[in-house]
Protein backbone atom coordinates (compact mmCIF):
# COMPACT_ATOMS: atom_id res chain seq x y z
CA UNK A 1 0.00 0.00 0.00
CA UNK A 2 1.31 3.17 -0.49
CA UNK A 3 1.89 6.05 1.44
CA UNK A 4 -0.73 8.41 1.26
CA UNK A 5 -0.87 11.98 2.29
CA UNK A 6 -4.62 11.28 2.09
CA UNK A 7 -6.43 14.23 4.97
CA UNK A 8 -3.15 15.15 6.55
CA UNK A 9 0.04 17.04 5.39
CA UNK A 10 3.10 17.34 7.43
CA UNK A 11 3.03 21.13 7.75
CA UNK A 12 -0.48 20.70 8.79
CA UNK A 13 -0.38 18.55 11.67
CA UNK A 14 3.79 19.84 12.47
CA UNK A 15 5.23 15.98 12.46
CA UNK A 16 8.68 15.84 12.46
CA UNK A 17 10.36 14.83 9.05
CA UNK A 18 12.13 11.99 9.14
CA UNK A 19 14.59 13.04 6.44
CA UNK A 20 15.28 16.96 8.23
CA UNK A 21 19.24 17.73 8.77
CA UNK A 22 18.83 17.42 12.18
CA UNK A 23 17.86 14.11 13.20
CA UNK A 24 20.36 13.12 9.79
CA UNK A 25 22.64 14.16 11.91
CA UNK A 26 22.00 12.13 14.91
CA UNK A 27 21.84 9.26 12.60
CA UNK A 28 25.05 9.73 11.86
CA UNK A 29 26.24 10.32 15.43
CA UNK A 30 24.81 6.90 16.12
CA UNK A 31 26.73 4.94 13.08
CA UNK A 32 29.78 6.46 14.75
CA UNK A 33 28.83 5.26 18.75
CA UNK A 34 31.15 2.51 19.88
CA UNK A 35 29.96 -0.20 21.81
CA UNK A 36 29.28 1.25 25.25
CA UNK A 37 27.60 4.11 23.44
CA UNK A 38 25.34 1.84 21.86
CA UNK A 39 24.13 0.06 24.86
CA UNK A 40 23.40 3.33 26.92
CA UNK A 41 21.27 3.86 23.63
CA UNK A 42 19.32 0.38 23.73
CA UNK A 43 19.14 0.83 27.64
CA UNK A 44 16.61 3.70 26.55
CA UNK A 45 15.04 1.93 23.97
CA UNK A 46 14.02 -0.70 26.09
CA UNK A 47 12.68 2.18 28.37
CA UNK A 48 10.59 3.88 25.26
CA UNK A 49 9.89 0.43 24.24
CA UNK A 50 7.43 -0.73 27.53
CA UNK A 51 5.77 2.85 27.20
CA UNK A 52 5.11 1.35 23.80
CA UNK A 53 3.66 -1.63 25.03
CA UNK A 54 1.52 0.27 27.60
CA UNK A 55 0.72 2.92 25.34
CA UNK A 56 -2.95 1.35 24.19
CA UNK A 57 -3.38 2.69 27.71
CA UNK A 58 -3.27 6.16 26.10
CA UNK A 59 -5.18 4.88 24.00
CA UNK A 60 -8.46 4.97 26.43
CA UNK A 61 -8.37 7.69 27.44
CA UNK A 62 -6.70 8.25 30.71
CA UNK A 63 -5.02 4.25 31.78
CA UNK A 64 -4.64 2.70 34.93
CA UNK A 65 -3.84 -1.02 35.02
CA UNK A 66 -3.24 -2.86 38.23
CA UNK A 67 -1.58 -6.26 39.15
CA UNK A 68 -2.09 -8.96 41.47
CA UNK A 69 -4.47 -8.47 44.42
CA UNK A 70 -4.15 -8.62 48.17
CA UNK A 71 -7.70 -8.28 49.93
CA UNK A 72 -8.19 -11.40 51.31
CA UNK A 73 -11.70 -11.39 53.54
CA UNK A 74 -12.63 -8.28 52.17
CA UNK A 75 -15.92 -7.29 53.83
CA UNK A 76 -18.59 -5.07 51.93
CA UNK A 77 -21.83 -3.62 53.92
CA UNK A 78 -24.99 -4.27 51.87
CA UNK A 79 -24.98 -0.16 52.16
CA UNK A 80 -21.97 0.11 50.40
CA UNK A 81 -22.98 -1.98 46.95
CA UNK A 82 -24.77 -0.48 44.24
CA UNK A 83 -26.31 -2.91 42.05
CA UNK A 84 -27.29 0.09 39.02
CA UNK A 85 -24.80 1.49 36.43
CA UNK A 86 -24.73 4.14 37.69
CA UNK A 87 -21.52 6.86 36.63
CA UNK A 88 -22.19 8.73 39.98
CA UNK A 89 -19.20 8.24 42.25
CA UNK A 90 -18.61 9.05 46.11
CA UNK A 91 -14.83 10.69 46.40
CA UNK A 92 -12.12 8.84 45.82
CA UNK A 93 -9.79 9.69 48.24
CA UNK A 94 -6.70 8.39 48.47
CA UNK A 95 -7.49 4.99 47.62
CA UNK A 96 -6.64 5.36 43.93
CA UNK A 97 -2.87 7.34 44.52
CA UNK A 98 -2.19 4.20 47.12
CA UNK A 99 -2.71 1.59 45.02
CA UNK A 100 -3.06 -1.97 45.26
CA UNK A 101 -0.82 -4.08 46.52
CA UNK A 102 1.29 -5.92 43.92
CA UNK A 103 3.08 -9.69 43.94
CA UNK A 104 6.78 -9.16 43.31
CA UNK A 105 7.78 -10.09 39.31
CA UNK A 106 11.07 -12.19 39.82
CA UNK A 107 12.14 -11.27 36.34
CA UNK A 108 12.48 -14.11 34.97
CA UNK A 109 9.15 -16.06 34.59
CA UNK A 110 5.95 -14.69 32.66
CA UNK A 111 5.30 -11.33 33.63
CA UNK A 112 1.39 -9.66 32.76
CA UNK A 113 0.55 -6.22 32.91
CA UNK A 114 -2.74 -4.87 33.13
CA UNK A 115 -3.93 -2.06 31.13
CA UNK A 116 -7.23 -0.10 31.91
CA UNK A 117 -8.66 2.92 29.99
CA UNK A 118 -10.81 5.35 31.81
CA UNK A 119 -13.90 6.28 30.09
CA UNK A 120 -13.55 9.66 29.01
CA UNK A 121 -17.93 10.41 28.83
CA UNK A 122 -17.42 9.94 32.66
CA UNK A 123 -14.73 12.49 33.37
CA UNK A 124 -16.39 15.01 31.10
CA UNK A 125 -19.79 14.63 33.45
CA UNK A 126 -17.28 15.30 36.30
CA UNK A 127 -17.56 11.79 37.79
CA UNK A 128 -14.89 11.10 40.46
CA UNK A 129 -14.42 7.51 39.84
CA UNK A 130 -15.26 6.79 36.40
CA UNK A 131 -15.81 3.41 35.10
CA UNK A 132 -13.35 1.64 32.52
CA UNK A 133 -13.55 2.17 28.94
CA UNK A 134 -11.70 -0.94 28.25
CA UNK A 135 -9.43 -3.57 29.40
CA UNK A 136 -6.43 -4.95 28.00
CA UNK A 137 -3.60 -8.23 29.47
CA UNK A 138 -0.29 -7.82 27.85
CA UNK A 139 2.19 -10.79 28.57
CA UNK A 140 5.67 -11.47 27.69
CA UNK A 141 7.91 -14.72 28.01
CA UNK A 142 11.26 -14.22 28.75
CA UNK A 143 12.17 -18.01 28.02
CA UNK A 144 10.18 -18.90 25.01
CA UNK A 145 10.18 -15.39 23.61
CA UNK A 146 6.83 -14.74 23.36
CA UNK A 147 4.53 -12.24 23.64
CA UNK A 148 0.47 -11.65 23.83
CA UNK A 149 -2.14 -8.98 23.90
CA UNK A 150 -5.59 -9.62 25.38
CA UNK A 151 -8.33 -7.51 24.78
CA UNK A 152 -10.97 -7.58 27.59
CA UNK A 153 -14.66 -5.75 26.41
CA UNK A 154 -16.17 -3.18 28.72
CA UNK A 155 -19.38 -4.89 27.94
CA UNK A 156 -18.16 -8.69 29.54
CA UNK A 157 -20.55 -9.71 32.21
CA UNK A 158 -18.54 -11.44 35.19
CA UNK A 159 -18.30 -11.76 38.94
CA UNK A 160 -16.75 -8.76 40.70
CA UNK A 161 -15.54 -9.74 44.28
CA UNK A 162 -17.86 -8.28 46.65
CA UNK A 163 -20.53 -7.47 44.08
CA UNK A 164 -21.85 -10.12 42.36
CA UNK A 165 -22.17 -10.29 38.77
CA UNK A 166 -22.06 -7.07 36.83
CA UNK A 167 -20.20 -5.77 33.58
CA UNK A 168 -16.72 -5.58 33.85
CA UNK A 169 -16.60 -1.82 33.44
CA UNK A 170 -18.10 -0.72 36.92
CA UNK A 171 -15.40 -3.02 38.92
CA UNK A 172 -13.06 0.34 39.05
CA UNK A 173 -15.70 2.75 40.15
CA UNK A 174 -17.00 0.32 42.59
CA UNK A 175 -13.53 0.27 43.98
CA UNK A 176 -13.27 3.71 44.33
CA UNK A 177 -16.73 4.39 45.73
CA UNK A 178 -16.77 1.78 47.99
CA UNK A 179 -13.05 3.22 49.30
CA UNK A 180 -11.92 -0.09 49.73
CA UNK A 181 -7.96 -1.61 49.98
CA UNK A 182 -6.19 -0.50 47.22
CA UNK A 183 -9.24 1.57 45.06
CA UNK A 184 -10.08 1.10 41.70
CA UNK A 185 -7.38 -0.39 39.97
CA UNK A 186 -7.36 -3.24 42.99
CA UNK A 187 -10.95 -4.37 42.49
CA UNK A 188 -10.38 -4.13 38.78
CA UNK A 189 -7.34 -6.07 39.44
CA UNK A 190 -9.15 -8.85 41.39
CA UNK A 191 -11.96 -9.28 39.18
CA UNK A 192 -9.65 -9.86 35.94
CA UNK A 193 -7.45 -12.50 37.94
CA UNK A 194 -10.65 -14.24 39.36
CA UNK A 195 -12.16 -14.27 35.68
CA UNK A 196 -8.87 -15.43 33.54
CA UNK A 197 -7.07 -17.01 36.50
CA UNK A 198 -4.01 -15.29 35.82
CA UNK A 199 -1.22 -13.24 37.95
CA UNK A 200 -1.09 -9.50 37.19
CA UNK A 201 2.37 -7.63 38.07
CA UNK A 202 2.29 -4.41 36.95
CA UNK A 203 -0.06 -1.44 35.94
CA UNK A 204 0.55 2.25 34.11
CA UNK A 205 -1.66 5.21 34.01
CA UNK A 206 -0.83 7.48 31.18
CA UNK A 207 -3.03 10.79 30.47
CA UNK A 208 -3.60 11.71 27.04
CA UNK A 209 -1.59 15.12 26.75
CA UNK A 210 1.62 12.75 27.55
CA UNK A 211 0.36 9.70 24.93
CA UNK A 212 0.21 12.65 22.35
CA UNK A 213 2.90 13.73 23.10
CA UNK A 214 4.83 10.65 23.25
CA UNK A 215 3.63 9.72 19.69
CA UNK A 216 4.94 13.40 18.57
CA UNK A 217 8.26 12.86 19.57
CA UNK A 218 8.91 10.28 17.56
CA UNK A 219 7.80 11.39 14.03
CA UNK A 220 4.14 10.38 14.52
CA UNK A 221 3.04 6.55 13.72
CA UNK A 222 2.17 4.70 10.37
CA UNK A 223 -1.26 3.22 10.36
CA UNK A 224 -2.45 1.15 7.80
CA UNK A 225 -6.33 2.08 7.69
CA UNK A 226 -8.27 -0.61 5.94
CA UNK A 227 -11.91 1.22 5.48
CA UNK A 228 -12.57 4.34 5.87
CA UNK A 229 -13.64 5.69 9.04
CA UNK A 230 -14.78 9.33 10.81
CA UNK A 231 -12.71 10.12 14.49
CA UNK A 232 -13.19 12.40 16.92
CA UNK A 233 -9.77 14.51 17.96
CA UNK A 234 -10.36 15.93 21.71
CA UNK A 235 -11.25 19.81 21.60
CA UNK A 236 -12.13 19.75 17.95
CA UNK A 237 -16.00 19.73 16.53
CA UNK A 238 -15.87 18.28 13.42
CA UNK A 239 -14.60 15.09 12.38
CA UNK A 240 -11.54 13.70 10.49
CA UNK A 241 -12.05 11.43 7.91
CA UNK A 242 -9.37 8.88 6.79
CA UNK A 243 -9.98 6.89 3.47
CA UNK A 244 -8.55 3.67 3.40
CA UNK A 245 -4.62 3.84 2.39
CA UNK A 246 -1.32 4.17 4.63
CA UNK A 247 -0.63 7.36 6.88
CA UNK A 248 1.75 8.95 9.52
CA UNK A 249 -0.72 9.55 12.00
CA UNK A 250 0.24 12.66 14.96
CA UNK A 251 -0.24 11.86 18.54
CA UNK A 252 -3.41 13.84 18.35
CA UNK A 253 -5.29 11.40 15.35
CA UNK A 254 -3.66 8.66 16.59
CA UNK A 255 -5.25 8.65 20.12
CA UNK A 256 -8.61 9.82 17.82
CA UNK A 257 -8.46 6.63 15.47
CA UNK A 258 -7.34 4.37 18.36
CA UNK A 259 -10.83 5.65 20.03
CA UNK A 260 -13.12 5.50 17.55
CA UNK A 261 -15.83 3.27 17.96
CA UNK A 262 -18.03 4.28 15.54
CA UNK A 263 -17.99 1.48 13.27
CA UNK A 264 -19.69 -1.92 12.13
CA UNK A 265 -18.05 -3.99 15.12
CA UNK A 266 -18.02 -0.84 17.17
CA UNK A 267 -15.36 -1.83 20.48
CA UNK A 268 -14.16 -4.67 19.72
CA UNK A 269 -13.18 -2.70 15.96
CA UNK A 270 -11.56 0.03 18.40
CA UNK A 271 -10.00 -2.88 20.47
CA UNK A 272 -8.00 -3.82 17.32
CA UNK A 273 -7.32 -1.18 16.44
CA UNK A 274 -5.66 -0.27 19.78
CA UNK A 275 -3.72 -3.14 19.29
CA UNK A 276 -2.63 -1.79 15.40
CA UNK A 277 -1.70 0.95 17.21
CA UNK A 278 1.09 -0.68 19.68
CA UNK A 279 2.92 -2.59 16.80
CA UNK A 280 3.18 0.55 14.70
CA UNK A 281 4.55 2.09 17.97
CA UNK A 282 6.92 -0.51 17.99
CA UNK A 283 7.78 -0.15 14.27
CA UNK A 284 8.46 3.27 15.21
CA UNK A 285 11.43 2.29 17.97
CA UNK A 286 12.98 -0.07 15.61
CA UNK A 287 14.38 2.85 13.24
CA UNK A 288 17.47 4.32 13.63
CA UNK A 289 16.38 7.94 13.67
CA UNK A 290 14.29 7.30 16.18
CA UNK A 291 16.66 5.41 18.19
CA UNK A 292 19.19 8.09 18.01
CA UNK A 293 17.01 10.56 19.31
CA UNK A 294 15.92 8.77 22.20
CA UNK A 295 20.29 8.50 22.85
CA UNK A 296 20.55 12.19 22.24
CA UNK A 297 17.34 13.35 24.51
CA UNK A 298 16.09 10.20 26.60
CA UNK A 299 16.20 11.53 29.88
CA UNK A 300 14.06 14.96 29.22
CA UNK A 301 11.60 12.38 27.31
CA UNK A 302 11.29 10.11 30.38
CA UNK A 303 10.96 12.88 32.44
CA UNK A 304 8.38 14.66 30.43
CA UNK A 305 6.46 11.63 29.63
CA UNK A 306 6.84 10.41 33.49
CA UNK A 307 4.48 13.54 34.71
CA UNK A 308 2.35 11.88 32.99
CA UNK A 309 2.62 8.20 33.98
CA UNK A 310 1.51 6.35 37.07
CA UNK A 311 2.93 2.72 37.10
CA UNK A 312 4.20 0.96 39.83
CA UNK A 313 7.69 0.08 37.82
CA UNK A 314 10.91 1.01 38.69
CA UNK A 315 13.35 2.45 35.98
CA UNK A 316 15.67 -0.76 36.32
CA UNK A 317 12.31 -3.01 35.79
CA UNK A 318 11.36 -0.46 32.60
CA UNK A 319 14.55 -1.17 30.90
CA UNK A 320 14.58 -4.87 31.58
CA UNK A 321 10.69 -5.44 30.75
CA UNK A 322 12.33 -3.05 27.53
CA UNK A 323 15.11 -5.80 26.49
CA UNK A 324 12.71 -8.22 26.34
CA UNK A 325 9.98 -6.69 24.17
CA UNK A 326 13.09 -6.25 21.89
CA UNK A 327 14.00 -9.85 21.88
CA UNK A 328 10.45 -10.98 20.64
CA UNK A 329 9.62 -10.68 17.02
CA UNK A 330 6.98 -9.56 15.60
CA UNK A 331 5.84 -13.40 14.37
CA UNK A 332 5.82 -13.99 17.96
CA UNK A 333 3.01 -12.03 19.27
CA UNK A 334 -0.26 -13.37 19.58
CA UNK A 335 -3.01 -11.05 19.57
CA UNK A 336 -6.79 -11.65 20.33
CA UNK A 337 -9.97 -9.44 21.21
CA UNK A 338 -12.38 -11.02 23.52
CA UNK A 339 -15.41 -11.14 20.73
CA UNK A 340 -18.58 -12.91 19.20
CA UNK A 341 -19.13 -15.35 18.26
CA UNK A 342 -16.29 -17.10 19.53
CA UNK A 343 -15.94 -15.97 23.18
CA UNK A 344 -18.69 -14.21 24.35
CA UNK A 345 -22.70 -14.12 23.18
CA UNK A 346 -24.84 -11.31 23.15
CA UNK A 347 -27.23 -10.81 26.07
CA UNK A 348 -29.71 -9.04 28.47
CA UNK A 349 -28.87 -8.69 32.25
CA UNK A 350 -31.42 -8.87 35.24
CA UNK A 351 -31.68 -4.92 34.96
CA UNK A 352 -32.26 -4.20 31.50
CA UNK A 353 -28.57 -3.82 29.97
CA UNK A 354 -27.07 -5.34 27.34
CA UNK A 355 -23.80 -7.15 28.28
CA UNK A 356 -21.63 -9.84 26.10
CA UNK A 357 -22.05 -13.04 28.33
CA UNK A 358 -18.81 -15.59 28.06
CA UNK A 359 -18.13 -18.84 26.71
CA UNK A 360 -16.37 -19.41 29.49
CA UNK A 361 -14.68 -22.71 27.97
CA UNK A 362 -13.49 -21.08 24.76
CA UNK A 363 -12.29 -18.20 26.89
CA UNK A 364 -9.94 -21.25 29.05
CA UNK A 365 -8.51 -22.32 25.96
CA UNK A 366 -7.81 -19.03 24.77
CA UNK A 367 -6.49 -18.33 27.91
CA UNK A 368 -3.97 -21.42 28.21
CA UNK A 369 -3.12 -20.08 24.63
CA UNK A 370 -1.71 -17.27 25.61
CA UNK A 371 -0.92 -17.91 29.13
CA UNK A 372 0.21 -21.04 29.44
CA UNK A 373 3.78 -21.02 31.36
CA UNK A 374 4.18 -19.13 34.69
CA UNK A 375 1.06 -18.24 36.54
CA UNK A 376 -1.86 -19.43 34.04
CA UNK A 377 -4.39 -20.01 37.40
CA UNK A 378 -5.35 -17.73 39.73
CA UNK A 379 -4.35 -18.10 43.84
CA UNK A 380 -7.36 -20.30 44.33
CA UNK A 381 -5.96 -22.05 41.56
CA UNK A 382 -2.62 -22.95 42.44
CA UNK A 383 -3.49 -24.04 46.04
CA UNK A 384 -6.74 -26.71 45.37
CA UNK A 385 -7.31 -29.51 43.68
CA UNK A 386 -10.02 -29.37 40.87
CA UNK A 387 -12.58 -30.97 42.92
CA UNK A 388 -12.31 -28.01 45.15
CA UNK A 389 -12.35 -25.72 43.33
CA UNK A 390 -15.67 -27.38 41.48
CA UNK A 391 -17.21 -27.28 45.25
CA UNK A 392 -16.31 -23.70 45.94
CA UNK A 393 -19.14 -22.79 42.88
CA UNK A 394 -21.27 -24.36 44.71
CA UNK A 395 -23.14 -24.87 41.49
CA UNK A 396 -26.37 -27.07 41.28
CA UNK A 397 -26.75 -29.59 38.37
CA UNK A 398 -30.02 -31.25 36.72
CA UNK A 399 -29.43 -34.57 35.14
CA UNK A 400 -30.89 -35.63 32.07
CA UNK A 401 -31.23 -38.96 30.71
CA UNK A 402 -30.57 -38.92 26.64
CA UNK A 403 -29.25 -41.75 26.45
CA UNK A 404 -31.90 -44.51 26.54
CA UNK A 405 -30.19 -46.30 29.03
CA UNK A 406 -32.84 -47.31 32.14
CA UNK A 407 -31.61 -45.69 35.38
CA UNK A 408 -28.60 -44.06 34.09
CA UNK A 409 -29.21 -40.57 35.39
CA UNK A 410 -30.00 -41.64 38.91
CA UNK A 411 -26.70 -43.69 38.87
CA UNK A 412 -24.95 -40.62 37.31
CA UNK A 413 -26.44 -38.40 40.29
CA UNK A 414 -25.08 -40.80 42.99
CA UNK A 415 -21.91 -41.07 41.20
CA UNK A 416 -21.46 -37.61 40.86
CA UNK A 417 -22.64 -36.33 44.76
CA UNK A 418 -20.01 -38.67 45.79
CA UNK A 419 -17.58 -36.79 44.12
CA UNK A 420 -19.09 -33.98 46.03
CA UNK A 421 -21.25 -32.05 43.07
CA UNK A 422 -24.56 -30.93 44.16
CA UNK A 423 -27.47 -32.55 41.79
CA UNK A 424 -30.86 -30.72 41.95
CA UNK A 425 -32.84 -32.26 39.47
CA UNK A 426 -32.98 -35.81 37.69
CA UNK A 427 -35.46 -36.71 34.78
CA UNK A 428 -35.15 -38.22 31.15
CA UNK A 429 -34.87 -36.24 28.05
CA UNK A 430 -34.77 -36.67 24.17
CA UNK A 431 -32.15 -38.71 22.67
CA UNK A 432 -28.72 -37.46 22.21
CA UNK A 433 -25.97 -37.91 20.08
CA UNK A 434 -23.30 -37.48 23.14
CA UNK A 435 -23.34 -35.99 26.70
CA UNK A 436 -23.63 -32.24 26.67
CA UNK A 437 -23.76 -29.21 29.18
CA UNK A 438 -25.66 -26.02 29.35
CA UNK A 439 -24.43 -23.37 31.46
CA UNK A 440 -26.81 -20.96 32.48
CA UNK A 441 -25.15 -18.38 34.95
CA UNK A 442 -21.06 -19.22 34.16
CA UNK A 443 -19.37 -21.81 35.94
CA UNK A 444 -15.67 -22.83 34.19
CA UNK A 445 -14.70 -24.78 37.50
CA UNK A 446 -17.68 -27.09 37.97
CA UNK A 447 -17.60 -27.47 33.84
CA UNK A 448 -13.73 -27.95 34.24
CA UNK A 449 -14.59 -31.26 36.60
CA UNK A 450 -17.28 -32.18 34.24
CA UNK A 451 -15.11 -32.19 31.53
CA UNK A 452 -12.38 -34.14 33.34
CA UNK A 453 -14.47 -36.49 35.00
CA UNK A 454 -17.13 -37.75 32.31
CA UNK A 455 -15.16 -36.75 29.24
CA UNK A 456 -17.40 -33.95 27.74
CA UNK A 457 -15.72 -32.89 24.65
CA UNK A 458 -15.12 -29.01 24.11
CA UNK A 459 -17.97 -28.85 21.24
CA UNK A 460 -20.96 -30.19 23.60
CA UNK A 461 -20.78 -27.24 25.95
CA UNK A 462 -23.07 -24.46 25.58
CA UNK A 463 -23.30 -21.20 27.21
CA UNK A 464 -27.12 -19.93 27.75
CA UNK A 465 -27.22 -17.26 30.37
CA UNK A 466 -30.24 -17.50 32.04
CA UNK A 467 -30.51 -15.87 35.91
CA UNK A 468 -33.91 -17.06 36.30
CA UNK A 469 -32.68 -20.81 36.16
CA UNK A 470 -33.67 -23.49 38.41
CA UNK A 471 -30.50 -24.69 38.23
CA UNK A 472 -26.96 -23.73 37.30
CA UNK A 473 -25.96 -26.53 34.88
CA UNK A 474 -27.48 -29.11 32.88
CA UNK A 475 -26.12 -32.34 31.74
CA UNK A 476 -27.94 -34.37 29.19
CA UNK A 477 -26.27 -37.73 29.36
CA UNK A 478 -25.51 -39.44 25.73
CA UNK A 479 -24.43 -42.56 24.56
CA UNK A 480 -20.68 -42.24 24.98
CA UNK A 481 -20.71 -41.69 29.02
CA UNK A 482 -21.48 -45.33 31.42
CA UNK A 483 -20.49 -44.79 35.44
CA UNK A 484 -17.33 -45.92 36.41
CA UNK A 485 -17.36 -49.54 37.94
Known amino acids: MTEMAGCYNPARFKITAMKNPLLQRITNFYKNLDRAGRIVLFAFLGAGLVSSFLAFSFVRNIV ?6 DLPGLAIDESQIDGSESTDSASTGSAQELGPELEQWDGNSRVNILVLGLDHRDWEAGSDAPRTDSMMLLTIDPNTKTAGILSIPRDLWVEIPGFGHKKINAAYQ ?11 TGLAIKTVEQFLGVTVHFYAQIDFVAFETFIDEIGGVKIDVEKKIKVQVIGQEKLERL ?11 ALAYARARN ?10 RQQQLIFAIRDQFLRPDVQALILTDGIRLYQELSSGVNTNMTFDEMLRLGFLALDVGVDNVTSAVIAPPDY ?20 RILRDSMF ?24 SIAIYNGASVAGLADTTRQYLEGLGMTVAAVSNADPVGATTIYDYTGNPYTIAFLVETMGVQPTRIYNRYNPDSQVDLEVIIGPDWSVPQ
Open 64 to 69: VSTTSF
Open 174 to 184: LGEQSRLPGGG
Open 243 to 253: LPGRYTLPGNI
Open 263 to 272: TEDGDFDRAR
Open 344 to 363: VTLAISPDGLDILKPITQNI
Open 372 to 395: STGSIVSEIGRTSESNTLMQSEQA
